[in-house]
């Protein structure tokens, strides 16, 4: 495997000298950054025992706008990918969490027949072998140059980004060059095909014999496009395209269209395609253009849309630029350019809802891109947080999409499935309206647009429902956690099933009618404690609800008492109450320590000493970031002692952690921050491709077993093998501490 020398600073701004098996980063002609990987393909790395790590065997990189996610792999294959609805692939491929698509360039001789064929996509292909191509990954593109012999070819893969909240073309720009050195007159044939073939990723994982509804393909040659029709045997699954549905019925069009007027068509009976014949004088080049999309109408309107705003495009650097935050003051050029590559993971993860008719970032990773849940209702209202900074009209719409998902009572909806059917499905979750105040209050403090708070949007399930105004809904949802949620038998707000650890419900084996009633968070209390003054004073500067305000002054003042009469003069406060257990007695538990470094009426004192417990009990002996539990003490047949919730490390704990150090200790939250980032990462664990340019929501921390995983790795048990490596916590922590950090 080829090797790369890397020049990267560290965390106390030394320069570290090493090499990559993976790649390197680099600034484009755009000034904007793309990855160059260097590697061959299949991907393999081991762990201490000799076995494989659990990593996809060829690497991939997200591209998309609003209306479309490409997932481009190193070979040159991709996933076309539709979030408007259903999280479906347009292009299934013949095994889950996989898409299938294919190019080659072929040489014709004299007699008409095939002298010699160059595979181009593929792990047999010239794009799996490092010695024959680059492969570069940047901001909406992904580029493939190979040494076919004496031709030269380029293939790139181009999205354009959405200027707007509801716009964006759902299709991808293909722009094919050929070169000819061979020092004589070539006579070549280039085709492009994609697979057919769509399936929802929510059933991917069912045998097809026993999914709900079964896809299938119609393709139209002669116009290079494909329908699919969806049949189930309930008449009473989906009736309409509009309706509220689980399920996806309506499935857009598949197709491929020419942009350069030469092509002819070539589809099979499983794939569209076409073909361009090229004659090359030695020395001259040629270019294509073609594009690949999906109309969510099933007609030509999209389509034809597409073709304008991709014609004649090329990467589409300039556009990129407009939407993408470049962080010219910050000195650091790797954090810098890092910073960047945050926004834009953010900006191509981020998909528009057909439904609810505005934009959020999804979470990525499991739950969007395995289980085909739009999921979880605290994921999006965390992704926008980094949005406020320098793009808060997505925020704006992130916050209406989630009230949307939010019922008159002011519980919001968890999941969303299919077209806009959300539901909690088995939590009762106690936290999601904290995550909506923070959200809100940080984009009011920031902004000061308190005219947004008179806005009016409907509630759940939208159609035929009262619309309220975001202060309104703000009102629903606190009554629904001061009354509903409400505190326990020690005066914190209540656990009910599930707070930011979803996975306690199925950790600890406890009867359901034993938890749900008696158990309290302190996570959701911190929370409380950290958010609620800062909504009320951002409320009373918009002299909004003056009621509301003095109810939520009273309320967070006894929760205040009941939170510092608990903590009395232990170290550090207890995780939670759980089944008539205390949690965090004698184990630090990270969940609540974030966000009670933030209380600022918490003598300096105590959150210093703390923040010092934190260092020795969670820090220490971490690469990353500090890990979720000191002593990992939960237990679950596919939980690994220092894993996931049992003791991994999460974006989303620590991100609070580093807001919580800079209330008293700037350099350090920026020491903390640095840390945490993609860079350090590359660094600590040059050999896994997981750490360089996208991350899942947790890795394993160094209490991991050496038979079970690594340190640095997405959890080794099998659901995470297969799993797409890419989620918006690390780039929205990433970019919203920052932001944050670097407030005057």
């Known amino acids: 495997m080829l090797l790369v020398t890397m020049t990267c600073i560290a965390a106390n701004g030394k320069r570290v000298t090493g090499s990559s098996p993976i790649g390197e980063w680099k600034t484009d002609g755009a000034g904007l950054p793309c990855f160059n990987y260097v590697g061959s393909v299949p991907y393999k790395a081991t762990l201490a025992t000799g076995d494989s790590v659990k990593l996809d065997s060829d690497p991939w990189f997200v591209l998309g706008n609003y209306q479309l996610t490409l997932f481009a792999h190193v070979s040159g294959q991709y996933e076309l990918i539709t979030g408007q609805r259903a999280w479906a692939r347009m292009n299934q491929g013949d095994r889950k969490n996989t898409g299938k698509n294919d190019a080659r360039l072929e040489v014709i001789g004299d007699d008409g027949k095939v002298v010699k064929t160059y595979q181009l996509v593929g792990m047999g292909s010239l794009s799996a072998d490092s010695t024959k191509s680059k492969r570069t990954f940047g901001c909406g593109y992904a580029q493939y140059q190979y ?52 399936e929802t990723m929510m059933q991917q994982s069912t045998p097809r014999e026993w999914r709900k509804v079964k896809y299938t393909p119609f393709i139209d040659a002669r116009k290079v496009k494909a329908r699919f029709d969806a049949k189930t045997d309930d008449p009473l699954l989906f009736l309409s395209k509009d309706d509220l549905c689980k399920y996806e019925g309506f499935p857009p069009m598949l197709y491929m269209e020419d942009l350069s007027g030469q092509a002819q068509p070539a589809c099979t009976n499983e794939d569209l395609g076409l073909c361009y014949g090229l004659t090359l004088r030695n020395g001259e080049e040629k270019q294509i253009q073609m594009i690949v999309g999906f109309d969510m109408l099933r007609d030509y309107a999209k389509r034809d849309d597409a073709s304008k705003e991709l014609k004649d495009g090329g990467i589409f650097s300039e556009s990129w630029k407009k939407v993408l935050p470049q962080y010219n003051d910050e000195q650091d050029a790797e954090l810098r350019r890092e910073l960047t590559w945050h926004a834009y993971m953010l900006e191509a993860m981020a998909t528009y809802s057909d439904y609810y008719h505005e934009t959020k970032i999804p979470q990525g990773t499991i739950y969007d891109y395995f289980w085909g849940q739009h999921a979880s209702a605290r994921d999006n209202f965390q992704h926008a947080l980094a ?23 002011g519980e919001v909806m968890l999941i969303e499935y299919g077209n806009g059917f959300a539901e909690p499905t088995c939590y009762q979750t106690s936290d999601q309206q904290l995550w909506f105040f923070l959200l809100l209050s940080e984009y009011l403090r920031v902004t000061k647009d308190y005219a947004f708070l008179q806005e009016k949007v409907a509630c759940y399930p939208v159609k035929d429902m009262p619309k309220y105004t ?109 089944a008539g257990r205390n949690f965090g007695e004698q184990n630090l538990y990270l969940e609540p320590m974030g966000f009670t470094l933030q209380v600022q009426d918490i003598p300096l004192e105590r959150r210093q000493q703390l923040y010092h417990e934190i260092q020795q009990k969670l820090y220490l002996g971490e690469k990353i970031a500090a890990r979720q539990q000191e002593d990992p003490e939960l237990t679950s047949d596919d939980l690994d002692y220092g894993s996931r919730e049992n003791g991994g490390i999460w974006y989303s704990l ?81 970019l919203y501490c920052y932001n944050r950090l670097m407030e005057r």
């Open 147 to 198: 040494q076919a012999d004496k031709l030269q070819v380029s293939r790139t893969l181009s999205v354009k980004p959405s200027l707007t909240i509801d716009g964006g073309a759902s299709a991808f720009l293909i722009t094919v060059t050929v070169r000819n050195k061979t020092g004589k007159t070539q006579r070549l044939r280039y085709t492009e095909s994609v697979r057919a073939q769509y």
């Open 387 to 409: 949005t406020i900074y320098y793009h808060p009209e997505l925020t704006k719409s992130i916050m209406r999409y989630m009230m949307q998902r939010t019922v008159p009572s």
């Open 470 to 578: 975001i202060l309104e809904h703000a009102r629903h949802c606190y009554d629904y956690l001061r009354n509903q949620v409400g505190t326990g038998s020690h005066g914190l707000v209540r656990l009910m099933n599930s707070d930011w650890c979803d996975g306690i419900f199925y950790c600890l084996a406890e009867p359901y009618n034993v938890v749900q009633p008696q158990g309290e968070s302190h996570m959701n209390t911190a929370m409380a404690l950290s958010i609620l003054p800062i909504l009320a004073e951002q409320l009373e500067a918009a002299s909004a609800d003056q009621h509301l305000v003095s109810s939520i002054r009273v309320w967070r003042k006894q929760l205040y008492d009941a939170y510092m009469r608990d903590w009395g003069s232990r170290p550090y406060p207890r995780r939670m109450y759980f």
């Open 654 to 734: 620590n991100g609070p952690v580093i807001c919580g150090i800079a209330t008293f200790d700037k350099p350090e939250a920026f020491k903390r921050l640095k840390q945490m980032s993609l860079a350090n990462h590359a660094r600590q664990f040059p050999q896994y491709w997981s750490c360089y340019w996208s991350s899942a929501d947790n890795i394993e921390s160094s209490l991991v077993a050496p038979d079970k995983g690594a340190p640095g790795l997405p959890d080794q048990t099998a659901s995470y093998a297969e799993t797409a490596i890419a989620c918006a916590h690390i780039h929205a922590w990433m």
